[in-house]
Every structure is written in C-alpha cells, then in structure tokens.
C-alpha cells in the first residue's frame, strides 16, 4: 500500500485548505482510511476517518463542524477538506490506511502510511 499526501499550504485564520491522499497498490473497497495531525512539541492526533466501502465517516472534537472527510473512488483519492481553519491546527498531516470496515481513531491500528503534509495557519 502506498499513500501520497499533497495539498498543505500556509493559510489565514478562517481560511480553507483541501488536502489530498493518493492510495496506490491494493483493492481499498474494505479499508477505513483515517487522516491524523502533529502540532509541534504534540503527540500525533486523530483528525478523520472513512470507510471506503460506505463512506461511514468519524471526526476528532476538534475538528467537528469545520473538517470533512470523503473519498473518490475512481481516483482512489480520498480528501479531507478544512474550513474555519484556526491557528491550533497547524501541524503536519498524514493519511493512513488500515483494511478494515471497522472505523477506530486509533494510529496504532493504522499499519499503513503516506508522508506528511505540512499546514501552517497565521492569525
């Protein structure tokens, strides 16, 4: 499996922000496909999850209201798309994949990776 995050950027407070990550190498109708987040001196946290097969979707506190988390298929792309960003949502954001219809916020259950995309929000 291979997972290709792009699309961080510096941003202004209240500002969007659409991030991307490419899957590669497997058949993901049975994957749930979470996005996490790492602010500075912070452990890594859960942003999002999705299950491919249904588009079930599970969202950190934080995040509630202002992120969303959808897939396309045919592109094997699934999104996370950032509103009313604020100045604690800077960090780096990586996708992962984990093949089951299960959704868990848990990085541990994660076993597969992309790279990090770096967001920067400005107050």
């Known amino acids: 499996v291979q997972l290709q995050a792009s699309g961080g950027g510096l941003v202004q407070a209240g500002g969007s922000l659409r991030l991307s990550c490419a899957a590669s190498g497997r058949t993901f109708s049975r994957y749930s496909m979470g996005w996490f987040r790492q602010a500075p001196g912070k452990e890594r946290e859960f942003v999002a999850v999705?299950?491919?097969?249904?588009?079930?979707?599970r969202y950190g506190d934080s995040v509630k209201g202002r992120f969303t988390i959808s897939r396309d298929s045919a592109k094997n792309t699934v999104y996370l798309t950032m509103n009313s960003l604020k100045p604690e949502d800077t960090a780096v954001y990586s996708c992962a994949a984990r093949q089951s219809a299960l959704v868990t916020t848990a990085l541990r259950s994660y076993p597969y990776w992309g790279q990090g995309t770096l967001v920067t929000v400005s107050s």
């Open positions: 999705i299950k491919w097969g249904d588009g079930f979707t």
